[in-house]
């Protein structure tokens, strides 16, 4: 199983709503992260998990909460967003952060706040 | 941190032509430089990465050049090919950091 699973594929939410991402990887992966794409704009690193614990918080505005229940899971929970925060959002993982090797990409959730 | 700048924005292309894209990197400590390919609604897919004890890098028609002095590196495509029509995005990462991407190259290959 080389895949990274997102789900759900689409979200729309209201500015009030509490939601969550998930993301989803079977292949022993150690390092996973979360990336926000606007349209025609490159992925945008949110946050890095290493060995289940975070590593790298980019400034991230806390609507935004990481959690990574366990080594093959990673969530992102959302609450309060703005209609800004609209864009897709990407999930990947690699082998060992620490260690330069491919990151897979997950399919990603596009992210509608109304 | 560490900042990749990318160009050209845009690059189009007849069929059978070849094309290149530059990326220049800052952070001297990085180590990894992938390329990714993202069509429309698609996620970003790995065609070829090179490492910084490698110069060069080969796969079908497809290679990349890195120069760590002048911290830059390159996307060589050749004989392209319609379907060779996405986003290309370059990036680097230095050990126990993630990938910085670029902004973007939209490559056009027209038949």
């Known amino acids: 199983d080389t895949e990274v699973t997102q789900t759900p594929k689409h979200l729309v939410m209201g500015m009030t709503n509490k939601k969550s991402l998930k993301c989803e990887q079977h292949?022993?992966?150690?390092?996973m992260y979360w990336y926000k794409q606007k349209a025609k704009k490159p992925p945008e690193l949110m946050f890095v998990y290493s060995y289940e614990k975070l590593s790298i918080n980019e400034s991230v505005p806390s609507r935004f909460s990481p959690e990574c229940p366990n080594s093959s899971l990673l969530n992102l929970h959302l609450h309060a967003l703005q209609p800004e925060d609209s864009a897709l959002y990407l999930c990947a993982s690699s082998p060992d952060g620490t260690m330069n090797t491919e990151a897979f990409f997950g399919q990603g959730t596009r992210l509608t706040v109304v | 941190g560490e900042n990749v700048e990318q160009h050209p924005s845009t690059l189009s292309v007849q069929e059978g032509d070849s094309a290149v894209i530059k990326c220049t990197y800052s952070?001297?400590?990085?180590?990894?430089f992938p390329w990714y390919k993202q069509e429309l609604g698609k996620r970003p897919q790995l065609i070829i990465d090179?490492?910084?004890?490698?110069g060069e890098k080969k796969d079908q028609r497809i290679a990349v050049t890195l120069n760590k002095t002048a911290k830059h590196f390159s996307l060589h495509i050749t004989e392209t090919q319609p379907e060779d029509s996405a986003v290309y995005f370059c990036?680097?990462?230095?050990?126990?950091?993630?990938?910085?991407f670029g902004k973007g190259t939209t490559l056009s290959v027209s038949s």
């Open positions: 292949m022993g992966h150690r390092a």
């Open positions: 952070d001297s400590a990085s180590n990894y």
């Open positions: 090179i490492r910084s004890n490698v």
């Open positions: 990036a680097a990462k230095e050990a126990g950091t993630a990938l910085i």
